[in-house]
Every structure is written in structure tokens, then in C-alpha cells.
């Protein structure tokens, strides 16, 4: 047990039973989440965007592990504005039990990328909120993550007090592919995490980006929607 531990006990941040941030109990209460299209929002069998709606620099899927609510938010928030990292490696943990029935981790070509966060954020708050869950996916189903690769150029409004229409224009123009990566990207299949999916306008925007230089596919993966 780490020192820290004995000191400041691990509490659940939803019941606040001692041992783990994110207790089974609380955990299990959150209800399933259902699969929809990222462009239209209807249900969809695994996230895929349906065939009417898919446009060449569109999603070609989306798959949210929770609903943004109970445990789980608590956990995002924390990890996101309160800088409680240790709650990353209980995260990742949690993603990997999903993940293993997931389609998309069969594909050793896939690529796996996060939504970056302005260089001035990340130096205050020490980390990306989801690198940690990037890092464990790509070390279990021994893929290649590239957290560089797309970069952010613009400091703009933070998202979350954005009406759906402002967070589209607050987003236009912010991401840049790394060129570093543009010939290892062509004709792959790349999959974006991200912590909460809203209105989608930050994936959406990102998988322009990706797809506009070459990329064969873009599915984005969310922990919450």
C-alpha cells in the first residue's frame, strides 16, 4: 500500500465507501449505454455511422463506454478540474474490461490518438485527462499511440458552458495535423479518445483534420456521453 494511502484513504467519489475511487457498487448503477450514430444521434448497432448519414470527412463511428453521470462523472470531473490523477489508473482499468469486446481493438493496424489539449492547460494541470487510458489500451492490444498527433493551435473557451451551436465555432480552425505523422496516417484506421462526448463538435472537428489528410477511417471513443 503506498504511504499516501494510509494518510489520505481512497474513498469511492459516489458513496464514499473506502478502497477505490469508483466502487462496484456505484459503478453498477449506472444504466448501459446505448450505441448511437455520431452524426444523426439514432441508435446504432456498435457506434457505426449509418450509411445515409456518412459523408467523407464524417465519424465512421462512435462508441461511449458510460453515461455521463453517478461514479463515472464524478471520476471525469476530478480527473479533469480537480487533479486527482491516481483515479486515471482505475479508469484505464475499467476501459479495459470494456475494450476487450470491442471490434475495433482486432485491427493491429488501428491507431490510436487523443483529443489534445492547448500546451498552456496541460502545463498547469500536468497531464491529458485520457493519455493515461490511451497508454494502457495501446500497451494491452499492442497498438501504436501517437499523442502528438494532432495539435491544438488556438487557446480557446472552454466547451463545457457552450451552447451546441457556439462549441461548432469554438472548435473551427483549433486542430492541426502533426506532419511528422501525415504518411503513417494514409489509408489507416485511427480511433480518437476523448473523456465526454457533448455535441460531438470537438471529435467531429478532430476527424476532419485526420481525414482531410489521408486517413482511411476515424471512430472516436468516448468514457461518457
Not at 499516501?4 to 473506502?18: A, H, N, T, V, Y
Not at 498527433?149 to 473551427?172: A, G, M, W
Request: a positive charge; proline letters at 4%.
Amino acid at each position: 500500500m503506498d504511504i499516501l494511502d494510509l494518510i489520505f484513504p481512497k474513498q469511492c467519489l459516489e458513496c464514499k465507501k473506502r478502497g477505490e475511487y469508483i466502487c462496484e457498487t456505484c459503478l453498477n448503477k449506472l444504466p448501459s449505454i446505448k450505441q448511437t450514430c455520431p452524426v444523426c444521434q439514432r441508435a446504432s448497432i456498435d457506434g457505426f455511422t449509418h450509411p445515409k448519414c456518412l459523408k467523407s470527412q464524417s465519424l465512421d463511428g462512435l462508441m461511449a463506454l458510460w453515461p455521463y453521470r453517478g461514479v463515472i462523472r464524478r471520476a471525469i470531473i476530478s480527473l479533469k478540474y480537480k487533479y486527482v490523477r491516481e483515479i486515471s489508473n482505475e479508469l484505464s482499468t475499467l476501459v479495459l474490461r470494456k475494450a476487450k469486446d470491442m471490434f475495433i481493438f482486432g485491427d493491429k493496424d488501428l491507431i490510436l490518438t487523443t483529443v489534445p489539449i492547448f500546451w498552456i492547460r496541460k502545463n498547469i494541470r500536468g497531464y491529458n485527462q485520457v493519455d493515461g487510458v490511451a497508454e494502457t489500451l495501446a500497451e494491452r492490444f499492442s497498438l501504436n499511440f501517437y499523442p502528438d498527433l494532432i495539435k491544438r493551435n488556438k487557446l480557446k473557451d472552454p466547451q463545457v458552458k457552450l451552447s451546441k451551436e457556439e462549441r461548432t465555432k469554438n472548435v473551427q480552425g483549433v486542430f492541426l495535423l502533426n506532419l511528422k505523422y501525415r504518411s503513417l496516417i494514409i489509408n489507416h484506421k485511427i480511433l480518437i479518445i476523448d473523456d465526454v462526448y457533448t455535441t460531438g463538435s470537438t471529435l467531429k472537428e478532430t476527424g476532419k483534420v485526420l481525414k482531410r489528410n489521408g486517413a482511411k477511417e476515424v471512430w472516436g471513443l468516448v468514457l461518457a456521453k
